[in-house]
């Protein structure tokens, strides 16, 4: 453990700086006079003690996989150490944000407890070295006079390019509160001017939804301030998180751990940030697109040339060439950390090949490059540093990919590649590329999913029961819960505590009312959070213990449906959405056809209920059909969001109902109202479930849904 010690000694000596300036007195936590405490912030973490009742520390097998891990990391290589820190300009002016809604939006102070002189042993080394950095917060230049970066308010990092007269911004943070909260720290620091141009670099939420805290949709009309994006920005913003919105609400929260304590047996890090800002989420339509491979653009004298990288790290995203400063901006594409190919949350498989050409593209479009920066994490500099980083993650994308194939090629499956595939020697040593967000494992599945699907070729696991079903027979024939609760106390005593989640779950599954075999199940994971070096796998395991234990936690969640984001859905969106919330089961008997027509945009639908399925067709409508509504589409948006009602409407003027209102009442009477709290394992959920508010024709989204 001497090189551990000897990392968090000199990562303590200089690291966080610009936090610790800003710290208040010691257990006095900067927030607004009158502000509610953070329910997440734990005041046992500084004493290294757990928050839960049957929580354990590390285990003795635990101990041993960390000691080993950390002789074999690189921790002779501080140069992140020195990148993190280098262009320090001003600490934040508070380390927590208020969100306009009256809660904590941002609160850095709640992982503080990071920054002491421990080395804690429930945290993977190599991430604990990577929440330390994340630690650093602060106003930093990347390149004098010309480029500036406001970290440590989101997961994201905000950029600010000097122009001839104002600021150009890169990636306005998550929410409009930590955005606008960034805006006035650097013009306070460095004087005050206009934002010209807001530039998104691909289509997810910690890319674009704090835009509104720094340019005004008025602005915008006017041509003062441009909204630059890559080709198709808007529909894949949106389109990627539709139709499974709340069930990656409910992922997200286990992927991020959102409800989960901030403490070293709980939430320590997201390592792309410290966490996501929970103000609100905003969104204003690009103005121009950058459709072409690569595209020129000079905006208030600086001279720009947009790289795009379709099909990588999101569907859409950009990189940006700076060409009179050598200055490199990745986007996400390349951070300080190898990404996920899958995300947990849900989303498409990601290319990882594509990922790597678009990465090797950049190097041979660019070689003279002296700066590297991104949205995540700090900047590299000089051309040999930038290359190396690229390079690392060049190749570790495409060796996942090709070598998981050379391997499905010789028949290894996809429950077996994530135990086979290992990654060249010579990557390993490299901080680059090590999995803090994305996981090894779940990345190289993630590739077999992509060009197999997911079944293995195993006929028994063509259509496999239920584990509910399954569980019973397992427990049946293991003899009873005390055999299986006597084997996984053993295999836990052992270190093996895969296998003993593997034997486990039957029991959960079948006895949901066995807390014994849930605090067991709920040991087994923490201990492999403990040593996950990924924050999706660590916050995974840990989430799920601690929801064995008591159930889903009842913590206020903020309300992030966002006008914005709800707004910029199509109307077909939100009529598939529709047919997605509509329960099958009570439509049997239903059929008919309803028009729907929006003038003020010149849309109309046919809608048809069918054999217990709901269809729309855009352009058609049926002169036979039973109702026609007329609406416009502003007015409809209002019903979307749930701000009003079809008969507040229709009571104001504002929608009309021409013939059988049958067809609106039944399909009303079918819809369900998704909430982001359903269990993973049985019995587990709140006894107090989440109330939305919602009312049948609102599609509700989360932030978290649409992020990473």
Known sequence: MRRVIWFRDALLAGASLALLAAQPAQGQPAQAPGAAANPLLDPDAAANRHF??????????????????????????????????????????????????????????????LLQDHDFTSINPSLLRMARLNMNAGLYEVLPGKIYQVRGLDLTNITFVKGATGWIVFDPLTTQEVARFALKFINDRLGRRPVVAVVYSHSHIDHFGGVRGVASEADVRAGRTRIIAPDNFLREAISENVFAGNAMSRRSRIQYATILRR???????????????AGMPTLIAPTTSIKADLEALTIDGVKMVFQNTPDTEAPVQMHTWFPEWKAFWSAENVTGTIHNVYTLRGAPVRNSMEWSKQINLAMNLFPDMEVMFASHHWPRWGNARAMEVLRAQRDLYANMHSQVLHLANQGVTINQVHN?????????????????????GNNVRAIVNRYLGYWDGNPANLEPPSPTAIGPLFVEMMGGADPILAKGRTLNGNG????????????????????????????????????????SFRNSYLQLAAELRSGIADVA?????????????????????????????????????????????????????????????????????????????????????????????????????????RPFDELRSTLTV????????????????????????????DRLAISE
């Open 52 to 113: 839960h009742p049957e929580g354990k520390p590390p285990s003795a097998a635990t101990l041993a996989v960390r000691a080993q891990l950390a002789a074999a990391l690189p921790f002779s290589d501080t140069r992140d150490l020195a990148e993190a820190r280098r262009g320090f300009i001003a600490p934040l002016p508070a380390n927590t944000v208020m969100a306009d809604a009256g809660h904590i939006a941002w609160d850095l102070d709640s992982y503080k407890w």
């Open 263 to 277: 403490s070293p047996f709980g939430h320590v890090d997201q390592s792309l940030g410290k966490n996501v800002s």
């Open 420 to 440: 086979v595939y290992r990654v060249p020697k010579s990557l390993e040593q490299q901080w680059a590329a090590r999995s803090y967000h994305g996981a090894l």
């Open 496 to 535: 093996q505590y895969r296998e003993a989640a593997q034997i486990l779950q039957h029991l959960v599954y079948a006895q949901p009312t066995n807390q014994a075999g849930r605090n067991l199940l709920a040991d087994a994971f923490e201990q492999l959070g403990y040593q996950s070096e990924s924050t």
């Open 557 to 661: 969640v903020a309300n992030s449906s966002s006008p914005d984001i709800v707004s910029s859905m199509t109307t077909a969106q939100w009529l598939d959405f529709l047919g997605i919330s509509m329960d099958s089961r009570k439509a049997e008997s239903m059929a008919w056809t309803v028009n729907l027509v929006t003038p003020d945009n010149g849309e109309r639908f046919k809608i048809e209920m069918s054999n217990a399925t709901l269809h729309n067709i855009q352009g058609f409508t049926d002169p036979k059909a039973a109702l026609t509504i007329t609406v416009n589409r502003a007015d409809l948006t209002q019903v979307m969001m749930g701000t009003n009602t079809f008969e507040e409407l229709e009571q104001a003027g504002l929608a009309r109902f021409e013939g059988d209102r």
């Open 674 to 701: 998704f909430t982001p709290d359903f269990e993973i394992f049985p019995g587990t959920r709140n006894a107090r479930p989440v109330q939305t508010g919602a009312k049948p024709f609102q599609y509700v989204v």
